[in-house]
Structures are given as structure tokens and as C-alpha cells.
């Protein structure tokens, strides 16, 4: 049985604690963050240290070798997570120079997500909505279709669907109200006449007025409570088998967050089809997203075949444009 947490315990606890205060200050959840922090003091409490200045270089390398970590990626999060705190710690005289000196570790070769297209998203829609009730769930296949419609419709995050109440829906404004998301921000998220057309069907088709205050949720299947965002990533993963997809060499297999990468891509194609610049207009999609800037919305702007044709049919065009107007 493992035992309640009672707070962190070594020597550098009070800058730990500082630490994260500082970092959800300013709107970091910094959730998993504090999880490899509690296993580093942990570590420093089982080691025996009493001091800071006991924290070195070897005990730093010690704990990272401790920590089973086959993914590049998760060990270079718990290093940088480390690195962070050091740097944190020594910038407010509560440490010296950092001990963390160990490298990252590269990654292997870069796998591509996999974007869904429309085709693709309907498939996954309709396949949802033949889910059967089971152990008590009540609609279990409409309730599927119509997250999976937001997710891949509106791009937004499953956390923040799994949360939303019946009073976040507008349908006379047509709008969405994302309450205390990622980095505990809320936002407006306007929708068009089909995603309009789907949650007016949803909310019709819950229990009468009395029995839907604005703070119910949405999205239950069970008891009056919410649908647990890790109940819908679980749902995804069944239903994809379902889909026969066809993986192309260095693409991932589908994973649920792949549903708002592909609403992503797909907004940039639409804007380079059009016309429009998608430069001008990425702040745009950034704000859409609840991103904080749209560095963070450029990780998901994967390049695909039908970006690089657009992307450089738009040179090709403004090379003959300067071309032409160049003075002879």
C-alpha cells in the first residue's frame, strides 16, 4: 500500500515548494513536473542528505540512472525538469551552480502524426456512434459522435471537452465558453452552422429543463458525472482498429490528440487554398487553440505533402509577381 504524500522533505523542500508556487503563479499547472520532483526528494531523503550542499553533481547523475527511462524524450523531461529547479533555485541565492551536468539524449528519427482528413474523421464518427450501452452508460454512441466532432471540429484539447457544462453553450451567439484550461486561462470558441446543428441535437436530447442546470455537464454517461478524458483516449483506441487504417512509413499511429493537430494542419491548407497568409493569420490560430503564443502552435503545423505543394505554389507566385515587376 503506498503511502499519502505529506510534502516534500529534503533539504532543498523549501525551495521546491517557492519553486512551483512561482511556476503556477504565472499559470503553469506544472502537474507532472511536481510528480518528478517528489520522486527527486524522495530519492535525496533515502540517500541520507541533510544539506544543500550535499546535492551534487553524482547524487544528481545517481537519481537520473535510478529512473528507468527508455524514451529519449520522458528522461530528457525529468533532466530538464531537474535543470529548471536548479536554475530557479540558484537565480534566488538558494543554491550555486547547477549539478545537473548530465546530457540530453538524442531522439531516434522524428515520426510524423497522423492527420486525419474528412473521410477519415466520418469514418471515426459514425463507428462511434454504433457504440453500445454498457454498465450503466446511458447514449454512450451519440455522446462519442459529438466529442469526437469537437475534437476534430474545433480542435480542442480533450480535457476541455470532458469539462464543458451545459451553460458553456451559446447557441444564439454560437459560441463555446473554455473555462480555467491549460495554463488556467478561459476562452471563447465560435463555431459554424454544423457544429451548431450537433450540440443543438445534443442538448435536446438530454433529460427536460429541470434536470440540466448550466453547471451539469455535457458529456456524462454515468451518475450525473463528467466523461473522464481518460475514458474518451480509451474509446479512441478501440475504435481505431475499426478504422483499417493505412500508416504511411514515419508516421505515428493515430493517438487522440491527432484528432486537434489535424483541425490545425487543416486550417493552415484551408488558408494557403484560399488565398489568405497564413503568417499573418497564425496569432489568429494561436488564440483559437488557447495558446500562449504561436510558437507553441507551430509544433503542430506538420509539414505534409499538400503544405509543401501550397507553400510553394505561394513562392512560385511572388517570385513571378517581383519578377515582373521588377525594373529592366
Known amino acids: ?15 521546491i515548494d517557492a519553486f512551483l508556487a512561482h511556476k503556477r503563479a504565472l499559470g503553469c499547472a506544472f502537474r507532472v513536473e511536481e510528480l518528478s520532483l517528489r520522486l527527486f526528494d524522495r530519492f535525496l531523503l533515502a540517500q541520507g542528505l541533510r544539506t544543500r550542499d550535499a546535492v551534487t553533481v553524482d547524487v544528481v547523475d545517481a537519481f537520473l540512472a535510478s529512473r528507468p527511462r527508455k524514451a529519449p524524450r520522458s528522461y530528457n523531461h525529468l ?15 538558494q543554491f550555486g551552480a547547477s549539478p545537473v551536468r548530465a546530457r540530453p539524449r538524442r531522439s531516434g528519427r522524428v515520426r510524423l502524426p497522423f492527420l486525419f482528413d474528412d473521410a477519415t474523421a466520418r469514418r471515426l464518427l459514425d463507428i462511434a456512434s454504433q457504440l453500445a450501452d454498457r454498465g ?32 458553456d453553450v451559446d447557441l444564439v451567439r454560437d459560441v463555446l465558453t473554455i473555462r480555467q484550461t491549460k495554463f488556467y486561462k478561459s476562452r471563447l470558441v465560435p463555431f459554424g452552422p454544423r ?20 453547471t451539469a455537464p455535457l458529456f456524462s454517461l454515468r451518475g450525473g458525472r463528467p466523461v473522464n478524458p481518460g475514458t474518451i483516449s480509451q474509446t479512441f483506441h478501440q475504435l481505431v482498429p475499426r478504422l483499417g487504417l493505412s500508416i504511411p ?25 484560399s488565398g ?24 503542430y503545423l506538420t509539414i505534409t505533402p499538400e503544405l509543401l505543394g501550397e507553400a510553394s505554389a505561394r513562392f512560385e507566385q511572388s517570385v513571378r509577381s517581383a519578377l515582373v515587376e521588377a525594373p529592366r
Not at 146 to 162: N, Q, S
Not at 283 to 296: K, Y
Request: some cysteine.
Open 195 to 214: 457544429i451548431h446543428t450537433v450540440l443543438a441535437e445534443r442538448l435536446a436530447g438530454r433529460p427536460g429543463p429541470s434536470a440540466r442546470p448550466p
Open 136 to 167: 450503466g452508460t446511458v447514449r454512450r454512441g451519440p455522446t462519442y459522435r459529438v466529442i469526437f466532432t469537437l475534437l476534430y471540429g474545433l480542435g480542442l484539447r480533450v480535457g476541455e471537452v470532458a469539462r464543458l457544462c451545459v451553460g
Open 1 to 15: 500500500m503506498k503511502s499519502s504524500w505529506t510534502g516534500f522533505r529534503s533539504p532543498l523542500a523549501p525551495g
Open 79 to 93: 533532466r530538464c525538469t531537474l535543470t529548471r529547479l536548479f536554475t530557479w533555485l540558484a537565480a534566488h541565492d
Open 249 to 273: 512509413d514515419g508516421t505515428e499511429r493515430p493517438r487522440l490528440h491527432d484528432l486537434r493537430h489535424a483541425f490545425a494542419v487543416g486550417t493552415l491548407l484551408r488558408w494557403y487554398r
Open 276 to 299: 489568405l497568409d497564413p503568417s499573418a493569420r497564425l496569432l489568429h490560430l494561436s488564440t483559437f487553440l488557447g495558446h500562449v503564443s504561436p510558437v507553441s502552435t507551430a509544433v
